[in-house]
């Protein structure tokens, strides 16, 4: 937890059928003052692709340095992309929320808990 956020860059995308926001956080100020001020943006029909694409291009433009993988917190229902990307993804759905549903084979799917997600001291 001491050197996390001296290693790591996240991005944290919100989007539906289009990117509604992108934050970019460097250090754990920096997510501590998002996560008290966060809000949901969105709501929208949900198309995974456009965010898949909107990763491939800051990916492109170098924005990123070793990507590592893409959380992608869902309700699962939506238009997957067809081709692997080339980085590591997990699906992240709600235990309470859960509906069994099928993500690509490419991809990784986990099921939590919402008190995992409230946990003050974990990020």
Not at 3 to 26: A, L, N, P
């Amino acid at each position: 937890r001491e050197s996390f956020f001296r290693k790591v860059i996240i991005h944290v995308i919100q989007c539906d059928e289009k990117i509604q926001e992108d934050v970019r956080i460097q250090s754990r100020e920096e997510m501590e003052a998002y996560m008290k001020e966060f809000t949901l943006k969105g709501f929208g029909g949900t198309d995974f692709r456009p965010a898949f694409a909107y990763v491939e291009s800051l990916r492109k433009a170098n924005a990123f340095h070793k990507l590592k993988g893409l959380l992608y917190f869902t309700d699962g229902r939506g238009i997957y992309p067809a081709n692997m990307p080339s980085y590591d993804t997990a699906f992240v759905f709600l235990q309470e929320d859960y509906q069994d549903v099928d993500v690509p084979p490419w991809a990784m799917k986990l099921i939590i808990d919402r008190e995992e997600l409230e946990k003050d001291d974990e990020y």
